[in-house]
């Protein structure tokens, strides 16, 4: 929900963190899920995955939606969803709608951004703007997906929801910032409602807070149709992810705004509160 200029942010060595926590879990996670359906006759279901993946990353590198290096984090997170969720059936189906919405978003109203100095760099994302949104919902496929491959265990509803959560708090972030830029007039703190200008970090619009609510709706039923989800679940993910949002406009105005943390840090933050709550609600159910 920030409205943060594109400038180059502070903190970097944040970023930076967040590349060394993610990245290495994922590659060694995907390394022995990889190795062992090689070894087990399950390789069709390695090179579909490894294929699927090589495919996503030159896609989002050719659309421009990130840099070389953001194009090979996100084909790292398709490759990881890819294995844990295989099949027609699979969670890239809610990343495939995270990405065609944010994509849009992005690319809306671009000229009027550009003018106020928002707009996003031409490039497109960087690795670690690229885990900080997708990272933790790739994670959350790695503590049962060992257990898939080891003990071939059914895939907990738990942990998909919360991927669902925290896919759907990423979209549902850049698209009440990228269109709020555009429609959302001038942006009020969520606090206060105080009208500040437009790139203040933690700001929101009406039309940007609502946009980014259907996006999250969205990616949620897309879960639901794709994924072994019932609607109840998938509203869990939905309700878990609006929160995420509002934190991420709490954070962004509490402590990003004093040099704390950088935006990258605040979305890694909001994506995983959106994926815990997700798992607190869902085992109050059971």
């Known amino acids: 929900m920030n409205q943060t200029p594109r400038h180059a942010p502070p903190l ?8 060394l926590v993610f990245s290495p879990v994922l590659a060694a996670h995907l390394v022995l899920d990889a190795g062992h359906g ?8 390695v090179y579909i995955a490894l294929g699927i993946a090589a495919v996503f990353g030159f896609v989002v590198w050719w659309v421009r939606a990130a840099t070389p290096g953001g194009a090979a984090a996100g084909a790292l997170v398709a490759a990881s969803l890819s294995l844990w969720t295989p099949g027609w059936h699979t ?43 997708l990272g933790v919902a790739a994670l959350c496929g790695v503590p049962f997906s060992m257990v898939l491959v080891y003990q071939h265990s059914p895939v907990p509803h738990l942990w998909l929801v919360a991927m669902t959560a925290a896919l759907a708090e990423a979209t549902a972030d850049t698209l009440s910032s990228e269109i709020g830029q555009v429609i959302g007039g001038e942006p009020r703190l969520l606090t206060t409602l105080r009208r500040v200008p437009p790139g203040t970090d933690g ?17 949620a039923g897309v879960s639901r149709m794709a994924l072994p989800m019932n609607w109840q ?17 709490l954070l962004g105005e509490w402590i990003e705004r004093r040099g704390w943390l950088n935006n990258d840090a605040v979305n890694t933050l909001s994506t995983l509160a959106a994926a815990l709550t997700a798992v607190a609600a869902m085992s109050l159910l059971k």
Do not use: H
Request: proline residues 1%; contains cysteine; glycine residues 12%.
């Open 91 to 133: 969670s890239l189906w809610p990343l495939a709608a995270l990405l065609v919405l944010t994509l849009l978003a992005t690319r809306a109203g671009r000229s009027a951004k550009e003018k106020l100095g928002l707009a996003e760099d031409k490039r497109g994302r960087t690795a670690s703007q690229v885990m900080a949104n």
């Open 12 to 19: 970097r060595w944040q970023s930076k963190a967040i590349l």
């Open 38 to 45: 090689l070894t087990s006759g399950e390789g069709l279901r």
């Open 203 to 219: 700001a929101i619009t009406v039309a940007g807070t609502l946009s980014g609510c259907a996006g999250a709706a969205v990616v």
């Open 233 to 249: 679940e998938a509203g869990l993910a939905f309700g878990a992810a609006i929160l995420g949002l509002f934190l991420d406009s």
